[in-house]
């Protein structure tokens, strides 16, 4: 813990996010102090990993035996099920309404950027749009913002835009855009960002490429091994009955760049986003970070276990 509080990609991209999302209130934050770590007991340890054992499970099998053969002899170790799983808790991520600045002082000469926003719940009929989203503005050579902010201007060291998919069908999808870049370019780089999130590009070429790209990630994605067992889980945890590659893989040719363009509208321009910002605090102007939002400069505390 104490080697993560020096770690620059784990202070933005997992500290920094998981205050951004959840405040103080979150599974990163709800786990042991270090008094907590060293008081405590491994007899206590022991009891709870012989406990899993009287909750109940599904077997996988994967390897050469028949199932049958197998299976008669796993089964062996089933025993009445005493336990029963407790409930889970549920963490709040709040919408994103109104404009926030999160700044974190870090010794680096370089300061980076992430554009945080959540979305709208878990959305099966707008994957397509994702997938197709993620390769136009997403982080390869000829993406939109690294084209843009990058080759076009010279503004960043790397830039991307992606919107994730939910784990889990009581979730979430959420906006990032990335861009890390020199101090004294800070704000021609998070202008041209916030551009590019108010204001979609129109490159034909490039979204063919793009449509192209995402079409032949699916083509060459195939699951083996355990893999397979791991991908249906995912799925069917997401709410679908089948391999949802294929709805699609057939649906992303019907999207011309006009239909992103609509969805990027309706879903993404004019938005509200959080600012995440980690950088050096004598290099960078304050005055402009304090003008994109709701200011707050985070301290250890706020974002670590004691």
């Known amino acids: 813990r104490e080697d993560q509080k020096m770690n620059k990609d784990h202070i933005l ?5 998981n205050y951004a999302l959840y405040g103080r209130d979150s599974a990163y ?26 909750l109940p499970f599904n077997f996988y099998y ?13 089964l ?17 991520v709040a919408d994103t309404k109104e404009n926030r600045v999160l700044f974190f002082p870090y010794e680096q000469k370089q300061v980076e950027i992430i554009m945080l926003r959540k979305q709208y719940p878990l959305n099966r009929d707008l994957s397509p749009y994702h997938h197709l989203f993620n390769q136009y503005f997403g982080a390869g050579l000829s993406s939109i913002v ?9 503004l960043a060291y790397s830039a991307y835009a992606w919107i994730s998919t939910p784990n889990f069908t009581d979730e979430a999808h959420y906006l990032q855009a990335y861009i890390g870049t020199q101090t004294d370019k800070l704000k021609e780089a998070t202008n041209s960002l916030m551009r590019l999130m108010h204001e979609m590009p129109h490159a034909q070429e490039q979204f063919e490429a793009s449509r192209l790209s995402a079409m032949k990630n699916i083509e060459n994605d195939r699951k083996s091994n355990q893999e397979i067992f791991w991908f249906r889980q995912s799925f069917l945890d997401r709410g679908y009955k089948s391999d949802p590659r294929k709805g699609i893989y057939e649906k992303l040719p019907t999207i011309g760049l ?6 990027f509208k309706e879903h993404i321009s004019g938005k509200a986003f959080t600012f995440l910002v980690l950088g050096r605090k004598e290099d960078i102007d304050m005055k402009l970070l304090k003008s994109l939002g709701k200011f707050q400069q985070l301290k250890p505390k706020d974002i670590f276990i004691g």
């Not at 991209?13 to 996010?17: D, N, P, S, Y």
């Not at 690294?146 to 010279?154: D, G, M, P, T, V």
Request: overall charge positive; charged content about 35%; proline content about 4%.
């Open 13 to 17: 991209r997992t500290a920094m996010m």
């Open 29 to 54: 934050l709800n786990s042991y102090d270090k008094k907590e770590l060293l008081a405590f007991d491994p007899k206590k340890l022991a009891k709870l990993t012989k406990d899993l054992l009287k």
């Open 62 to 74: 994967y390897g050469q035996q028949s199932s049958s053969d197998t299976f008669a002899d796993l």
């Open 76 to 92: 062996k170790l089933n025993r009445p099920v005493s336990k029963k799983y407790p409930k889970a808790k549920k963490y709040k």
């Open 146 to 154: 690294f084209q843009e902010i990058r080759e076009a201007q010279a």
């Open 258 to 263: 006009e239909d992103l363009d609509g969805f």
